[in-house]
């Protein structure tokens, strides 16, 4: 069966929707990372689909920025949240509702 | 016109840290500045032909838009020339005499500051260029007015009437604004550009295009010289006003402010010819008000309520003169009782001063001999009022009276007649009452009673030499007389030819009476048998009055008692309290409208309506839009992920179906 590009966008669908799905409805924050950490991938494999499709080398570039934004992002969410379980000695999502009317 | 203002704020503002003598000097000396400026435009004017004499400085546009322009701007016509030789010079004379008077007195500068404030306002008043300047300084002199008469405000009695006589002057000002408007809204239509609409030049130049709505403009106009000249009804502040210093009742409701009102309908005068109604109802209101309050001056006992009624009752005289057409012999009446009535009044603070204050006439007597100079010019001052030839009121009220019976008010004449036997008989009752006879004070007083200093009687014998002379300006024709003062007055009251015959058809004796040419042209005739045969009659009648008096207080002093306890009782009662109108004042007017303003205006509109309705529920409202929207900010972290997820799909949804 040929691998055309429907398969690569239904792929880094499910995959987003996964993280998504995951982000929502999980407790532990550190779980909810690694979700965005997966939407953060489907939008890789899209932007890479896409850059093979239109031969642009766009896609590609795209793709390396976003991997470093990514590694950013989790480097300071996980600062936060060893910080945050130092002083609460929670990471459940729930508990942490300080900014509460 | 500036001095006096500066002497008022530099008093004003370093008030205790100079020296009495300091301040009353300067005080004074800025008034007698004024004066001797006013002395010079008043020769200025004489040595300008008649028709021409009128000097305007226009400082500035105060006010303009459109076609409505009012000028920020002064005018000296004979009128005020007039006018201002009277409130400058018997200004400072009055200042002088408050250096001996208030010498004792805390408030020294207090007192000279809102002296020379009133100088400034009441210049204002009569150099105003336009009908606005007048009134800038009408206010002003009432502000003052107020001021001064509650100037020992400690006692409440004095501040109460402080507030009476600006609240009183208040109301006759609103009819006065009422008839300013009207002006303003029949002229603006007429106005060619650049003519300032309130301009006296201006008015005089249109009074024809006004003369349709001239009754109504006219009678509000005199509202407002009722509240100032103290006219029925708007008379009630003025004996009142005597809680004041009095050198103030000297100055103010004597001599100046209170003649404001009578300069303001001088000064209209060719408005108020072409309304005969209104012209009927001021000498009607004039004549009224002097016999009025004559009778209420036959019964009082306090010596400065005596000479305030007497004003009143002079005033009226003044208004009756305008209401008949004779506006310069009003003016020169004005001229006459600011001499006389402030040597009595000046010479009545004499006699308190000297009584430690004590002001009852029946706690008085035979003051004469130790106040001779109080004495010699009260009594000068007494026959000036009187009307006794040949000092200054005689020839005064004597023309009022002749005018007004030439004018073909018989029955006003009459009024005026009596009135003026009246106040020959209690001026006389004071005289005796507080310089003859046994000396009725308790012995405290008794001991301290000497003649006041120089600073006080100098004034006196100055007003005195001008009561008698004063008068000397202007004898009429038919004495041989050149009738000075009306010939230089004849061009601010001269009519222009339209109004002559709109008044000749109109209403003859009126048009007769307005027409001053005409008055002169009469004498010729067989009208000075007529003038000779009132001009006496007035005297000897004065004369009467004054034996009458004499008679009665001197010898029986019983005479009044007995007549006081028989048959005169109710009368007498009446008119003691002043005819019982503060009391109907009170009742119909005033208790309403505190009610009205307490349980109407307070609890209902103002608790009820604004505080609880409206700024409640406006409160509320925030207060719910608040909580509906607290449901959003609940902190829960997925909560927030969530409506992001939410959202994106709603705007997914809709990206793909309107793309």
């Known amino acids: 069966m040929e691998i055309t590009l429907t398969h690569y966008l239904v792929l880094a669908a499910a995959l987003f929707l996964t993280g998504m799905t995951g982000f929502i409805i999980r407790r532990n924050a550190i779980v909810m990372l690694m979700c965005v950490e997966l939407m953060l991938c489907s939008v890789n494999i899209v932007f890479a689909a896409f850059s093979r499709v239109h031969g642009d080398a766009g ?37 942490l509702k300080a900014l509460m009317e | 016109m500036l001095a006096p203002l500066i002497g008022a704020a530099v008093n004003g503002l370093l008030n205790r840290r100079i020296p009495r003598q300091a301040a009353g000097l300067l005080a004074c000396t800025t008034v007698g500045i ?3 400026l006013s002395v010079v435009v ?37 009128l005020s020339a007039i006018m201002a030789l009277i409130v400058t010079g018997v200004g400072f004379l009055i200042h002088i005499y408050s250096l001996g008077y208030m010498a004792h007195d805390d408030g020294f500068q207090r007192f000279f500051t809102y002296l020379n404030l009133f100088i400034f306002a009441m210049m204002t008043l009569v150099l105003g260029e336009n009908l606005l300047m007048l009134f800038v300084g009408w206010e002003g002199v009432g502000l003052c007015s107020y001021l001064l008469i509650s100037f020992w405000f400690n006692e409440e009695a004095n501040a109460a009437a402080g507030k009476k006589a600006f609240i009183v002057n208040r109301v006759g000002d609103f009819g006065f604004l009422l008839g300013i408007f009207l002006i303003g809204v029949n002229l603006m239509p007429h106005l060619g550009a650049g003519e300032g609409v309130f301009s006296f030049k201006v008015l005089q130049h249109h009074a024809g295009v006004l003369a349709p709505a001239a009754t109504a403009i006219c009678l509000l106009l ?21 809680a004041g210093p009095t050198p103030v009742s000297a100055l103010i409701h004597a001599a100046t402010m209170v003649t404001a009102g009578v300069y303001m309908i001088a000064r209209m005068n060719f408005l108020f010819v072409l309304s005969p109604t209104a012209m009927q109802v001021v000498a009607v209101v004039g004549a009224a008000t002097a016999i009025f309050a004559s009778t209420i001056a036959l019964t009082q006992n306090d010596i400065k309520k005596v000479l305030a009624y007497s004003t009143v009752s002079q005033l009226g005289y003044m208004v009756l003169a305008c209401g008949v057409g004779a506006f310069a012999m009003g003016i020169f009446h004005v001229m006459t009782h600011a001499f006389f009535k402030a040597l009595l009044f000046l010479g009545s603070g004499s006699v308190i001063h000297a009584m430690s204050h004590e002001q009852d006439m029946r706690l008085m007597g035979g003051l004469r001999k130790k106040l001779p100079v109080t004495y010699a010019t009260f009594l000068v001052g007494t026959l000036a009022i009187a009307g006794v030839f040949p000092l200054a009121g005689f020839f005064s009220k004597d023309e009022i009276l002749w005018k007004t019976w030439a004018s073909g008010n018989t029955v006003l004449w009459v009024v005026g007649f009596i009135a003026a036997g009246m106040t020959a008989f209690y001026m006389m009752r004071l005289v005796v009452l507080t310089f003859y006879g046994e000396n009725r004070a308790p012995e405290e007083v008794k001991s301290h009673i000497h003649e006041s200093p120089a600073t006080m009687t100098a004034p006196l014998v100055v007003l005195a030499v001008l009561s008698i002379v004063g008068g000397w300006v202007s004898i009429p024709h038919f004495m041989g007389g050149g009738a000075h003062f009306e010939q230089w007055l004849e061009p601010v009251f001269a009519q222009p030819e339209v109004v002559h015959h709109a008044a000749d058809t109109a209403h003859g004796a009126a048009a007769h009476a307005a027409d001053t040419h005409g008055a002169e042209a009469s004498h010729g005739s067989h009208d000075t048998t007529m003038e000779w045969i009132l001009a006496t009659a007035s005297f000897l009648w004065g004369l009467l009055g004054l034996a009458v008096g004499w008679v009665v207080y001197m010898r029986k002093a019983v005479i009044a008692d007995t007549l006081r306890k028989s048959g005169g009782g109710f009368m007498y009662r009446v008119l003691h309290n002043k005819y019982y109108v503060d009391e109907l004042y009170e009742a119909v007017f005033i208790r309403p409208g505190f009610r009205l303003s307490r349980d109407v205006l307070w609890k209902t509109i103002d608790a009820g309506l604004i505080d609880n309705f409206l700024v409640m529920r406006s409160a509320l409202v925030t207060l719910l839009a608040g909580s509906v929207l607290r449901i959003f900010q609940n902190g829960m972290v997925r909560f927030y992920a969530w409506s992001i997820s939410i959202g994106l799909a709603v705007f997914v949804i809709y990206l793909s179906f309107s793309g």
């Open chain 2, 42 to 78: 008043f020769l200025r004017l004489t040595g300008m032909p008649a028709e021409e004499r009128f000097l305007s400085d226009i400082l500035t546009t105060w006010m303009g838009f459109g076609r409505f322009q009012v000028d920020l701007g002064f005018a000296m016509d004979p």
């Open chain 1, 59 to 95: 896609g590609h570039v795209f793709v390396l920025m976003n991997f470093a934004v990514a590694a950013a992002e989790a480097a300071i969410g996980l600062a936060l949240l060893v910080e945050i379980f130092r002083r609460r000695r929670t990471v459940n999502v729930d508990d």
């Open chain 2, 222 to 242: 005199f509202v407002g010289a009722t509240g100032k000249s103290a006219q029925i009804p708007l008379y009630i502040w003025l004996p009142d006003a005597m």
């Open chain 2, 34 to 36: 004024s004066f001797v």
